[in-house]
């Protein structure tokens, strides 16, 4: 929606613009803020909804399931509290991340909802015929599904396969 800061550093990124206007001018009753609760983009969402429409209610989504360590560590929990301080309802998408957010402090109103799946699409299939069309049938594959970010730790993935003396592919799906 407008001009940001950090966008390719998953959490951290914020904008520069338009958010606050956008907020102005819509006067939301619910917003619902799909980004985690200790990120950049939360605490601007949060501080704007505080300042413009304060009525409006806040519903974050979380998927973190379990509490590694964060960098800007005290900032991120500071921003973390203020997001559960001022949100009406969380949308963790599992249980662990259910109750990850109780025991770091969330106690306000929740319900898990995974992600959705399209079961016609994402279905079992003939393990064997699959690498076989892909070509990885008879050698060992070391496969990654996600995004390619460097979050994910891609670089440590090649760094360890690196060190391998066997014959082997990597199957990345992004």
């Known amino acids: ?3 940001t800061v950090w966008k390719g550093f998953g959490s951290r990124y914020f904008f520069l613009n338009k958010l606050y206007s956008i907020l102005r001018t819509l006067q939301p009753d619910i917003i619902h803020l799909e980004q985690e609760p200790w990120s950049l983009i939360a605490f601007q969402t949060v501080l704007f909804r505080n300042l413009v429409v304060p009525r409006s209610r806040i519903i974050f989504r979380t998927s973190r399931s379990f509490d590694h360590k964060l960098k800007f560590r005290r900032l991120t929990r500071i921003i973390e509290k203020y997001t559960y301080q001022n949100s009406d309802f969380a949308l963790p998408l599992s249980q662990k991340a259910a109750q990850l957010l109780r025991q770091r402090g969330f106690k306000k109103r929740m319900e898990v909802i995974p ?3 399209d079961t016609k699409l994402f279905r ?8 076989k069309s892909l070509g990885i049938d008879s050698i060992f594959t070391i496969g990654y599904v996600g995004r390619f970010i460097k979050e994910k730790g891609l670089d440590i993935l090649l760094k360890a396969v690196s060190g391998l003396s066997q014959d082997f592919r990597l199957l990345f799906v992004g």
């Open 115 to 117: 992600n959705g799946v």
């Open 1 to 3: 929606i407008g001009k």
């Open 124 to 131: 079992k299939r003939n393990g064997a015929l699959m690498r």
